[in-house]
């Protein structure tokens, strides 16, 4: 092993001005988002007696990273939108950006009318430093606003998510948490290291979960080592232990995702199950508020609690989210406000720590497992578990078993991530090995090696060429932009 000699200090600090702010500081915000204080529980203005429904709507926002600046230089998509309008719909550039600031709008009005509104966001890495990158401070500071100052944090969520938007089911698992990792740093630097604090649920890109044994295992221990209390899921990517869907009214209240690695090992996190539809449809027009008055109380543990009707869609595309969400939005908190007491909007950690608060077990959620699991287990058997036993058994099962596989399950279930993107996926995995193979032994050694600039910069490399859009649009440019960016990471590499 050779060691990297480090560069002059003039270099280091030019070097570091350019890069995002992604690692350095693992162990520090380890402490600090390890704790179960409650976030909402001391401001909320809801309760549950007074509630027999709820709902949590979350807005998903991303841009993608790409090598198309001056000497391809790394930009945001949305300078490339703003520079090449002829294109597509890139004249939609200047509505986006607005997307992405308009909720530090919305927030302060409805507060100001005496409404008690809800939002949760979820923002990649990518397009927070695609903002920064372009001086886009007025976005910034909308998103500042609304995190930042106590006024309007009860009403505001923020999700974390994997840095550069990668789907965890085709992402290196030793990748997982430098994802996971790099998105809390980076939104620190923005944000502060409070709000950083206050993020406790998590948004996986594309609702995609993982449904390999070993791969589920380490995101789930991934997210709790990093803090996470729960995770958003796709209704359709779980199943329960008996390889049966969820039961109907179990949608709608916190279950407790288990996952069971190939050792044995189980580990297990809340999940909150995002209802299937059409998903900017649904939250553009409001629909999880016209579905929760349709809903009632339940039991958990002979604990009656209110239901709670989760969805999440993009903030941002199309022309449904657009303008639909702008007009039918706000309407609703007025509603609200002027009805009283029935149904209310409710963040995912409000909804669990109000939950806590009436003393319910978490121990009594409805249990469940990524799809396609159960399948493993059945055909394993009473047997001990071993790695060899469940890679012959996912083996047969995908000789036999057309409608098995080991994709994992997101919102675009009609598409794959892996089928027919070879071209991105090794030289992913490659480049992933090769960044282990050279960091590990260092940071072992010297865990300060996270804070070098050549570490910085080999790892953004890594994270981008892991953005899920290289794949999700296709072969051709895209698949390009993923080659160079595996062509600049390997050269730093060598």
């Not at 600046?69 to 294109?87: C, K, R, T, V, Y």
């Not at 990518?126 to 903002?131: E, S, T």
């Amino acid at each position: 092993m050779i060691a990297t000699a480090p560069l002059p200090h003039s270099q280091q600090d030019n070097l570091q001005s350019l890069l995002p702010n992604l690692a350095g500081r693992e162990s520090e915000l380890a402490a600090l988002v390890n704790h179960s204080d409650p976030i909402y529980l001391p401001t909320t203005d809801l309760r549950l007696e007074n509630i027999y429904s709820s709902f949590a709507c979350a807005l998903h926002m991303h841009q993608p990273t790409i090598p198309a600046g001056p000497q391809g230089a790394l930009i945001s998509n949305l300078q490339h939108m703003f520079e090449n309008p002829g294109d597509g719909d890139n004249h939609n550039a200047e509505v986006f950006a607005w997307c992405y600031s308009r909720m530090g709008d919305f927030i302060p009005e409805l507060v100001s009318a005496g409404c008690s509104p809800r939002i949760m966001l979820d923002y990649s890495g990518n397009l927070l430093w695609g903002l920064q990158q372009m001086g886009r401070d007025d976005v910034l500071d909308n998103l500042k606003k609304l995190t930042c100052n106590p006024q309007y944090q009860p009403y505001v969520e923020w999700l974390g998510t994997m840095w550069s938007h990668a789907v965890a089911p085709s992402t290196p698992i030793p990748d997982l948490k430098l994802q996971i990792q790099a998105w809390q740093q980076y939104f620190a630097s923005l944000f502060g290291d409070e709000a950083l604090k206050r993020v406790k649920g998590f948004s996986p890109p594309e609702m995609h979960l993982p449904n390999h044994p070993d791969t589920l295992f380490e995101y789930i221990k991934a997210l709790k080592e990093c803090g996470y209390r729960w995770l958003m899921v796709q209704e359709h990517s779980v199943e329960r232990l008996d390889g049966s869907g969820l039961w109907h009214d179990d949608k709608y209240i916190p279950n407790q995702l288990v996952a069971r690695n190939s050792k044995g090992e189980t580990i297990s996190i809340t999940a909150l199950i995002k209802t299937q539809g059409s998903d900017t449809k649904l939250v553009a027009q409001m629909q999880p508020y016209h579905e929760a008055k349709g809903r009632g109380r339940q039991e958990i543990g002979g604990i009656s609690v209110p239901s709670c009707v989760t969805q999440i869609a993009d903030g941002e595309n199309g022309g449904v989210m657009m303008n639909e969400f702008a007009r039918d939005y706000q309407p609703v908190w007025h509603e609200l406000k002027d009805q009283g007491a029935g149904v209310a909007g409710i963040h995912g950690t409000e909804y669990l720590e109000l939950l806590d608060a009436a003393g319910v077990n978490p121990d009594d959620y409805p249990t469940c497992q990524a799809v396609g699991q159960h399948k493993i287990w059945n055909k394993i058997g009473t047997d001990a578990v071993s790695p060899e036993k469940v890679e012959t058994a996912i083996k047969e099962l995908q000789a036999t078993d057309h409608q098995f596989h080991m994709d994992g399950a997101s919102w675009t279930d009609d598409l794959s991530w892996v089928k027919g993107y070879e071209n991105v996926l090794e030289p992913m995995n490659q480049l992933s090995a090769m960044f282990h193979q050279k960091y590990d032994p260092l940071v072992q050694a010297d865990p300060s090696t996270t804070q070098r600039p050549d570490y910085q910069e080999a790892l953004l490399y890594v994270l981008l060429v892991e953005t899920s859009c290289f794949r999700y649009w296709g072969q051709g440019t895209w698949t390009d932009y993923a080659r160079e960016l595996f062509r600049r990471g390997e050269d730093l590499l060598k």
